[in-house]
């Protein structure tokens, strides 16, 4: 049985920090790209992040240079540092066993078969 679960979300300030965990069982996520996503209130699923099957980073343009994504083979985990969040990130983040984002001018996408996704963790950045 896979599971995706996130955890590390909360209600933090303009400024601060979170890093959110996915943790993932069922599966072997060594080589399989794994995003994240994110849906705001009102709008749409978005892809944010994809650390790739082949080991390359990806991020949307709203958070490069402010969240880092990275992966734990071992532990079967995937990560998401964000720093300098602001109001405009709150949403429900989503891990899954996919990538699909605009980054930069290009549209990446890795998908082997396997959607999967977690039930997502709440993120509220508020003053």
């Known amino acids: 049985q896979v599971q995706l679960v996130e955890s590390g979300g909360g209600l933090v300030q303009p400024g601060e920090s979170l890093m959110l965990t996915c943790e993932v069982s069922?599966?072997?996520?060594?080589?399989?790209?794994m995003g994240w996503f994110r849906q705001a209130p009102g709008q749409e699923r978005e892809g944010i992040s994809c650390?790739?099957?082949?080991?390359?980073?990806y991020y949307h343009d709203s958070v490069k240079g402010r969240f880092t994504v990275s992966r734990d083979n071992g532990k079967n985990t995937v990560y998401l540092q964000m720093n300098s969040l602001k109001p405009e990130d709150t949403a429900v983040y989503y891990c899954?066993?996919?990538?699909?984002?605009?980054?930069?001018?290009?549209?990446?996408?890795?998908?082997?078969?396997?959607?999967?996704w977690g039930k997502g963790t709440v993120v509220n950045v508020s003053s």
């Open positions: 650390t790739a099957g082949r080991g390359d980073e």
């Open positions: 899954a066993s996919r990538c699909g984002l605009h980054a930069g001018t290009t549209y990446y996408n890795e998908y082997y078969g396997m959607d999967y």
């Open positions: 069922g599966f072997t996520i060594e080589k399989s790209g």
